[in-house]
């Protein structure tokens, strides 16, 4: 007997686990058919639905992640993951505003996208887009390859002034002394909120 089933995963929105998870599934003898971020599908022989359920619940869980139960939980993932590949993408030229976007890409009102994500997560789309944002900037300050302007229009900021009072008031410092620390600090993406 053969058995195909999909999940949705909650916080696995980076790419860092990936390859963790495939390994301990396949150690198992679940076939992992696809994994990308925040969505798995495996195949498994001779093990009832709920077996592999429990199995798939069990690896995810002892690497921080949790099966996404509900399609509110799925359309909030769903929200995380386009969000983190409009940053991924540089540079990030968006032709339309990303409250657009998501409705678009998600074939769902901003308004009820905007309204779950709030609810479920404690913070606003535009609040956790700009962290995300602030994130990225550090990533490419650290590579030491972009000037701050640079940093500025890849992002698709309106000028880098835009830019840099948004960075001081996420991070409490100024982007100049945060490139001249020693210790960098940065976050996940799945640790954002």
Not at 158 to 169: E, I, T
Request: hydrophobic share 40%; glycine share 2%.
């Amino acid at each position: 007997m053969e058995s195909t089933r999909i999940y949705w995963i909650k916080n696995m929105v980076c790419r860092r686990c990936l390859k963790v998870i495939k390994q301990e599934l396949e150690e198992i003898n679940i076939e992992v058919l696809s994994l990308e971020l925040g969505k798995l599908t495996v195949r498994a022989f001779n093990l009832a639905d709920t077996k592999i359920d429990g199995k798939v619940a069990e690896v995810l869980h002892t690497n921080g992640f949790e099966i996404a139960r509900s399609e509110e939980d799925m359309l909030v993932e769903e929200v995380k993951i386009t969000l983190i590949e409009l940053i991924n993408d540089l540079p990030a030229h968006l032709k339309e505003k990303t409250s657009e976007h998501l409705a678009s890409k998600l074939h769902r009102d901003y308004k009820t996208l905007s309204k779950l994500f709030s609810k479920n997560e404690n913070t606003t789309i535009e609040k956790y887009f700009i962290k995300l944002k602030i994130e990225r900037v550090k990533e490419l300050i650290q590579l030491q390859q972009y000037t701050f302007s640079d940093i500025a229009y890849m992002l698709d900021y309106s000028s880098v002034n835009h830019l840099s009072r948004q960075f001081k008031n996420i991070t409490g410092i100024s982007m100049t002394d945060y490139k001249n620390a020693e210790d960098w600090e940065r976050k996940f993406y799945d640790e954002i909120i």
